[in-house]
């Protein structure tokens, strides 16, 4: 089992930055099988949508609507996943959610995530 805890959210005006911070908890075997590692979001009254991942390799890919905007990067040593959100858009407001998966794919689908944070709140104001 894997247990995720996302920091970092808040209120920002737009154009705004913000880091939201995921770490992960369990057993060393467990943490150690882990794969892929994403970063999703859900505004009020939209599905969740995926925002960016990466695998153990560190590659990466994003939603088009951050791309150029948000880094996704982890810290094995920390076992911490980061999301760097820059130029931040009112239509960014959203819980932004940190998933992670020990399967042998790295996708922004997210039936491939077993392991779900609580989220984390984030606001931009226009």
């Known amino acids: 089992q894997v247990q995720l805890v996302e920091s970092g959210g808040g209120s920002v005006q737009a154009g705004g930055s913000l880091r939201l911070s995921c770490e992960a908890f369990?057993?060393?075997?467990?943490?150690?099988?882990?794969?892929?590692m994403g970063w999703f979001r859900q505004a009020p009254g939209k599905e969740r949508e995926g925002v960016a991942n990466?695998?153990?390799?560190?590659?990466?890919s994003y939603a088009e609507s951050v791309k150029g905007r948000f880094t996704i990067s982890q810290d094995n040593a920390k076992n911490t996943l980061y999301l760097q959100m820059n130029s931040l858009k009112p239509e960014d407001t959203a819980m932004y959610y940190c998933?992670?998966?020990?399967?042998?794919?790295?996708?922004?689908?997210?039936?491939?995530?077993?392991?779900w944070g609580q989220g984390t709140q984030v606001t931009v104001s226009s």
């Open positions: 998933a992670a998966s020990n399967g042998s794919v790295c996708s922004l689908q997210e039936a491939i995530f077993p392991y």
């Open positions: 990466i695998d153990s390799d560190g590659s990466t």
């Open positions: 369990g057993y060393t075997y467990s943490i150690d099988s882990i794969y892929c």
